[in-house]
T-cell receptor
Framework: GENVEQHPSTLSVQEGDSAVIKCTYS??????FPWYKQELGKRPQLIID?????GEKKDQRIAVTLNKTAKHFSLHITETQPEDSAVYFC????????????FGAGTQVVVTP | DTAVSQTPKYLVTQMGNDKSIKCEQN?????MYWYKQDSKKFLKIMFS???????INETVPNRFSPKSPDKAHLNLHINSLELGDSAVYFC?????????????FGPGTRLTVL
């Protein structure tokens, strides 16, 4: 099955700086890579996703890059703000896996003013 | 206008008891999921149903039994609760069971087994 590793486990950044979270996956048949944000005590919510036929996707201050050869993908947050503080999860799904999401272990991001 | 709702929000119970968590979605989605989030925040899928049919059944103790009376509801029954069952349980739904669909999570049920 798929295995997703996520680094770092915690990330502290100054407001206005950039944050980068990296994930690697094991199965080259994975074809969809979403990122979820979970604020303290709340539900996970999708913030951005990328399909395996795309190398990069951007949505305002967040972007995701995918390197299929190396089997890794990254989340980039620019101009961080205190409301970006949360746990971020990467995930991967295999083709024909009924939408089964394999999550990384999560990254606690703390943005200090 | 809650999209995915769960009840109860908190559940505190003794070891050995049996309890149920209910989930409902009003998004018209075909597929629903149960996830367990442990104390280290790790999210792991347990089950998935598509149109009332079980399609994902991960390695979970058979004390856990999902039930889907219709495609808008997915309940989770847990028998003989153990200390290690303490976690937050999230229900989620998606339009279909294919890879590219966003999953919408419910607010979670925090289960504490004493």
């Amino acid at each position: 099955g798929e295995n997703v590793e996520q680094h770092p486990s915690t990330l502290s950044v100054q407001e206005g700086d950039s944050a980068v979270i990296k994930c690697t996956y094991s199965d080259s048949a994975s074809n969809y890579f979403p990122w979820y944000k979970q604020e303290l005590g709340k539900r996970p919510q999708l913030i951005i996703d990328i399909r395996s036929n795309v190398g990069e996707k951007k949505d305002q201050r967040i972007a995701v890059t995918l390197n299929k050869t190396a089997k890794h993908f990254s989340l980039h947050i620019t101009e961080t703000q205190p409301e970006d503080s949360a746990v971020y999860f990467c995930a991967a799904t295999l083709r024909d896996s009924w939408g089964k999401l394999q999550f990384g272990a999560g990254t606690q991001v703390v943005v200090t003013p | 206008d809650t999209a995915v709702s769960q009840t109860p929000k908190y559940l505190v119970t003794q070891m050995g008891n049996d309890k149920s968590i209910k989930c409902e979605q009003n998004l018209g989605h075909d597929t629903m999921y149960w996830y367990k989030q442990d104390s280290k925040k790790f999210l792991k899928i347990m089950f998935s149903y598509n149109n009332k049919e079980l399609i994902i059944n991960e390695t979970v103790p058979n004390r856990f039994s999902p039930k889907s009376p219709d495609k808008a509801h997915l309940n989770l029954h847990i028998n003989s609760l153990e200390l290690g069952d303490s976690a937050v349980y999230f229900c989620a739904s998606s339009p279909r069971h294919s890879s590219y669909n966003e999953q919408f999570f419910g607010p979670g049920t925090r289960l504490t087994v004493l």
